[in-house]
């Protein structure tokens, strides 16, 4: 098992940034590939952003595509989202996944965070 916490969201202002921060414990966190999916009210989760288990490839939905990043340390056991210029559409239950591969699909991996929110005011 894996569990996943996630942190950071908040109220913010349109243009404004913030850094979504998922903590994972359990097995080894350098063997999954890491994403993070967002639901927004009355609407299907969708997938924002993945990277692989070391870091070198990254894939991103092109609605966030040059505003969002992904990132991880695994010394830290920790993968992040650092959002910038934040749009009222950005707001939603943004969620930490885990899995064996990346998947850019709104199924995700094996392994699912409690969410954390973000509310964008414009």
């Known amino acids: 098992q894996v569990q996943l916490v996630e942190s950071g969201g908040g109220l913010v202002q349109a243009g404004g940034s913030l850094r979504l921060s998922c903590a994972a414990s359990g097995r080894t966190f350098s063997n999954y590939a890491m994403g993070w999916f967002r639901q927004a009210p009355g609407k299907e989760r969708e997938f924002v952003a993945a990277?692989?288990?070391?870091?070198?490839?990254?894939s991103y939905a092109d609605s966030v595509k040059g505003r969002f990043i992904i990132s991880r340390d695994n010394d830290k056991n920790t993968v992040y989202l650092q959002i910038h210029n934040l749009q009222p559409e950005d707001t939603a239950v943004y969620y930490c996944?885990?899995?064996?591969?990346?998947?850019?699909?709104?199924?995700?991996?094996?392994?699912w965070g409690q969410g954390t929110q973000v509310t964008v005011s414009s």
């Open positions: 996944n885990a899995g064996r591969r990346i998947v850019t699909t709104s199924a995700g991996g094996d392994y």
């Open positions: 990277i692989n288990w070391s870091g070198s490839s990254t």
